[in-house]
């Protein structure tokens, strides 16, 4: 068995098109059915049912393909682990966040982290909680920076500042000129929250259930800005933080003065997983940068 037949497998397994995997891996149609068919032989099982020119992965395969990719990310690892010791200050973070720390919080940090390290590069990811913790646990992030402590026991979660979070009204709403707002004021207004699962819904709800309110949900979405742009079209009303990048134009936001209305962001790594030098340092540094601030604002 040779190295590249498991890379050739893993793409082919992926991708279960002869054609497109050849593309992606650069060779020819022939020589990757050729590999596979070796690699098959070499087992002592077939890993792909053929119909015609049509392939799918069958049951040994998909066994099998669990554990090529841990073969293949432990080299992986163990190849940035030795290039790192050699050069300490060099190599890659893959970098995960939410969309709303996208426009000011990270572009600060990684810059202010590139005048110590000018020769790391960054794989940056934004997507929402969820995301960002399955990527983590299966190796494709070191760090990402989301909302509230995981429940996921094998992963790691420092928390790092608070947000407040606000009421969004239509500007023409009755309420849009209040300076602050209790949530039992607004129990019968509806509300555009984020869809179930996401890491400010579960916020959200958390808050509507200490206070014992039942909001009527009317639209649900992943992304804020199209939350925001629901709100502003007259559709409900919703709980956000004031991010930069949101459009406020035809927004109103009000404080919400009971309950207390916020979310913590933190960082997280996988437990036990190795993290290069300067994956360790950045993480090191985005711990200190955002404490040192708590104590100042204090």
Not at 96 to 111: D, K, Q, S
């Amino acid at each position: 068995m040779e190295w590249e037949q498991l890379e050739y497998f893993q793409t082919l397994a992926r991708m279960q098109h002869v054609t497109k995997a050849a593309q992606a891996l650069s060779i020819t149609q022939p020589a990757l059915s050729r590999s596979i068919v070796r690699l098959e032989d070499s087992i002592g099982v077939p890993l792909f049912d053929r119909q015609g020119r049509s392939l799918k992965l069958n049951k040994y395969g998909a066994l099998f393909l669990n554990r090529v990719d841990t073969i293949i990310r432990e080299y992986k690892e163990g190849r940035e682990e030795l290039q790192s010791l050699v050069q300490p200050d060099q190599g890659e973070v893959s970098f995960g966040f939410l969309h709303t720390l996208g426009t000011a919080v990270v572009p600060h940090v990684i810059g202010a982290f590139q005048e110590d390290y000018p020769k790391v590069q960054f794989q940056l990811r934004q997507n929402h909680s969820n995301w960002l913790l399955q990527h983590v646990i299966n190796g494709k992030l070191d760090l990402c920076l989301l909302a509230s402590p995981t429940t996921e026991t094998q992963l790691q979660w420092t928390p790092l500042w608070e947000e407040e979070l606000f009421l969004f009204l239509p500007n023409k709403h009755k309420f849009a000129s209040r300076d602050s707002i209790t949530l039992d004021e607004i129990t019968e207004e509806p509300f555009v929250l984020m869809k179930e699962g996401f890491a400010l819904r579960m916020t959200t709800d958390h808050i509507f259930e200490q206070v014992q309110i039942r909001p009527r949900i009317m639209f649900e979405g992943e992304e804020m800005n199209t939350i925001a742009g629901f709100v502003a079209a007259g559709l409900g009303l919703s709980i956000l933080p004031d991010f930069q990048g949101m459009d406020q134009a035809n927004l109103a936001k009000v404080r919400i003065s009971w309950p207390i209305c916020k979310r913590t962001i933190g960082i997280s790594w996988m437990e036990g997983k190795y993290l290069s030098p300067v994956a360790e340092a950045f993480k090191q540094y985005i711990i200190n940068h955002f404490h040192q601030a708590g104590r100042d604002n204090k």
